[in-house]
C-alpha cells in the first residue's frame, strides 16, 4: 500500500457517529476532547469560524468547506468567536430529529460529518503523523466531496435498511479524500511535515519504497537514488522535512508494524522480527525497545497477546 492507505490501515479507523448540526443567530460552542479520535465534517450551508486548541489562527468555513480534526483536541466552533461559548455536551445529548441536532432554531448554519475512533496503544504516535487541521475549501476539490456529503446526508434524512452502513463508508471516503487532497495543497520546499513529504515528488519515491518493502536492507544511498537526489542532500532535505532521518524513519515505521502484528497475537517474536528484516530477534528487541520503550514481550503482554 502507499504511505497514506499504510497509517490509515494502522490506526484502523471506525466510525462511530454520523450526525448534523444546525445553529442559528449568534452563537458559540466549544466541543470537548475525543482522546484518539478524528473529526471529520463538511458545511452544508452557512459559514462559521474554527478554532482549535494548540493551534494558532483561526479557520473561516463557509458552505461546500470539510474540515478534518485527527488530533483529538478541544475546539470550537461560532458564528463570532467572541462570543462566550456553550458546552457542546448538553446540547449534543439532546434528542435528534433524522440524527440531527439543532441549536438555537438551526436557521442559519447546518453541518454534518462523523467522528472516527482509532485503536491502538501507538494510535497517539501514528496520529501525530497527521496535520492538526486540515481545510478542504478549494472549489474543485469540494466538488469531489460533494457526492459523498450528499449521499450521507440522505441517509442521515431517510433512513432505510443498511442506512448506518453506507453512511459510515461515506465517512470513511470523505476523510480519505480530504486527507488526500491535503497532500495536493502542500508545498515542497516551502513547508515541512509527512505530508509535505508526501507531496514532494522525490521525497515521496524514497517513502514510498520504505512503506512497500519494510524488510528490505535499505541505505540512505539507495534511497537517495529512488528519490533521484544525491546521498548528502536527500539526508538533508528528508531530516528537514519529515523531522527525522531517513533510516530513523525507516525503523520506527517498522516498529509501528511489528506493535500490530504483536497486538494481533498470531506470531512469534521472532517470527515478526525476520518478516520486518532482521536477522536476530535480540537486534529486532533492541530496535523495539529503543523506539517503543519497552520490549516486544512486554508489549505483547501489555496489550494481552501473550
Not at 88 to 95: G, R
Amino acid at each position: 500500500m502507499d504511505p497514506l492507505s499504510d497509517v490509515l490501515s494502522l490506526l484502523k479507523p471506525r466510525s462511530t457517529m454520523s450526525a448534523g448540526f444546525k445553529a442559528g443567530g449568534d452563537w458559540s460552542i466549544k466541543f470537548p476532547d475525543h482522546y484518539q479520535s478524528i473529526k471529520c465534517n463538511a458545511v452544508i450551508r452557512g459559514e462559521c469560524w474554527l478554532s482549535v486548541d494548540s493551534v494558532p489562527g483561526a479557520v473561516h468555513l463557509q458552505a461546500g468547506d470539510c474540515f478534518v480534526l485527527p488530533s483529538g483536541r478541544p475546539f470550537r466552533l461560532a458564528s463570532d468567536l467572541r462570543l462566550p461559548s456553550a458546552d457542546a455536551t448538553p446540547i449534543l445529548t439532546q434528542t435528534r430529529e433524522n440524527g440531527t441536532v439543532t441549536y438555537n432554531g438551526g436557521e442559519n448554519f447546518y453541518l454534518t460529518g462523523s467522528r472516527f475512533y482509532v485503536s491502538g496503544s501507538n494510535a497517539p504516535a501514528l496520529l501525530a503523523m497527521l496535520p492538526p487541521v486540515v481545510h478542504i475549501s478549494k472549489e474543485s476539490d469540494k466538488d469531489i466531496l460533494r457526492w459523498a456529503v450528499d449521499r450521507m446526508i440522505q441517509e442521515q434524512h431517510d433512513p432505510q435498511p443498511g442506512g448506518l452502513l453506507i453512511a459510515q463508508h461515506m465517512a470513511h471516503v470523505i476523510l480519505v479524500q480530504a486527507l488526500r487532497m491535503y497532500v495536493g495543497s502542500q508545498l515542497p520546499g516551502v513547508e515541512s511535515g509527512w505530508f509535505t513529504a508526501l507531496a514532494d515528488k522525490q521525497l515521496s519515491r524514497a517513502l514510498n519504497a520504505m512503506h512497500e518493502k519494510p524488510a528490505h536492507r535499505w541505505t540512505v544511498q539507495a534511497l537517495a537514488e529512488c528519490a533521484g537526489m544525491s546521498r548528502s542532500v536527500f539526508s538533508l532535505r528528508f531530516k528537514q522535512t519529515v523531522g527525522s532521518a531517513p533510516l530513523e524513519y525507516l525503523t520506527r515505521w517498522r516498529m509501528l508494524l511489528a506493535a500490530d502484528r504483536l497486538t494481533q497475537g498470531k506470531e512469534p517474536v521472532s517470527a515478526v522480527a525476520m518478516a520486518l528484516g532482521y536477522e536476530s530477534e535480540s537486534a529486532f528487541s533492541t530496535a523495539f525497545k529503543r523506539t517503543l520503550g519497552c520490549s516486544p514481550r512486554q508489549y505483547g503482554q501489555k496489550e494481552g497477546t501473550f
